[in-house]
């Protein structure tokens, strides 16, 4: 099913992230994970690829499991790194020839530190992905957004102003980068209004429950974490049971007010991790219990 229509419904959709695991270790934690979250009825999951695109045919092959072995709708990240035009064409081809209806369109991370370098015969942005894709198919696209903006991009206007042409290249909804802050969101959403942005914008939340572990992540990607936060995380970062209920907590009430508010849904980064979602989404399930949506065929 598009998610697109499964943003329609009047529910709030719940949505997981997962990245193809290195081994057959990964590969049980992963299995252990969807058990436990699939109980959760998840509207969608989402598979990435590695970075600089190193994990394509593992995303691939993921995804068409998640649809064919659990029943769960799933996306797949398709990005323009170390990919040529044609290579992202066979990618987009299998996809199709696998009845996978939903692809996030990225332009990706590079593979190393440093400024990202298009491929000679590929995409330097997502929006020429999504042109692309909607051009030759008919996926239901969705791209990434930024409400502290991307961290590459000069300004908050430019970077809206990439986002604008990426939805009117074909993203049909978009996932915003991690915050902690939901004012980031709302101030973001509100500022995209304004320029005539109208497709759903769906925040993205990570749990913290490593306090080196996200201050990797928040540097690499532009996010702020708040004083307040940031000072009880670093008060508390050699009790890792009581970083992880932090965590949990601030991120549940972080969902809670986004959905009272009117987000559409919510997005958790999970990290091929269960125990921090599930115990958030069983909080919110209290006040918006899943909807049942068909299962993928």
Known sequence: MRIRELLTTGRPSFSFEFFPPKDE????????????????????VSVTYGTGGSTRRQTIELVTSLRADYGIEAMAHVTCVNASRDELLRVLEYLDESNIENVLALRGDPPAAGPFTPHPAGFAHASELAAFARRYFDFCLGGACYPEKHVEALSP?????NLKHKVEAGCEYLITQLFFDNQRYFDFVGRARAAGIGVPIIPGIMPITNVRQIERFTRQCGATIPEPLRSELRRLQDDPHAVLSLGVAHA??????????GAPGIHF?????????????????????????????
């Open 25 to 44: 270790a990964g590969f049980a934690q992963l299995r252990e994970t969807l058990a436990s979250l699939r109980e959760l009825r998840p509207t969608y």
């Open 157 to 161: 206007e430019v970077d809206l102003d």
């Open 252 to 261: 549940t009430a972080q969902c809670v007010e986004l959905l009272q508010r």
């Open 269 to 297: 980064y999970t990290l091929n991790k269960s125990p921090a979602t599930r115990t958030i989404l069983m909080a919110i399930r209290t006040i918006y219990p899943p909807a049942r949506y068909p299962a993928a065929s």
